[in-house]
């Protein structure tokens, strides 16, 4: 049964939210293998004189820990024990 971690960060883009959460995924990926999923919470905008400059987007992260593959890894790939007589 595979164990899940969730993080949460915060996605900026000079774009649109979408790129915002794209952001926050790829930023993720270069340290984090094995990412499930992601879910988007709170949506907001930095405004300067007057224009959106910026969008943020609070995001969790659900990954599956390494340990865990390993150890689901090595239940299917081992071999039997032998007996020592």
Known sequence: MPVIKV???VGISNESWEKAV???VREASKTIR???SVSVGNFNCVVEDGKITEWH???SIAF???DQLRHEHHEHHAE???AHI
Do not use: C, S
């Open 22 to 24: 794209e952001a926050a």
């Open 34 to 36: 094995n990412i499930q």
């Open 64 to 66: 599956q820990i390494e």
């Open 57 to 59: 987007v609070d995001t």
């Open 80 to 82: 039997p024990e032998k």
């Open 7 to 9: 993080i949460e960060l």
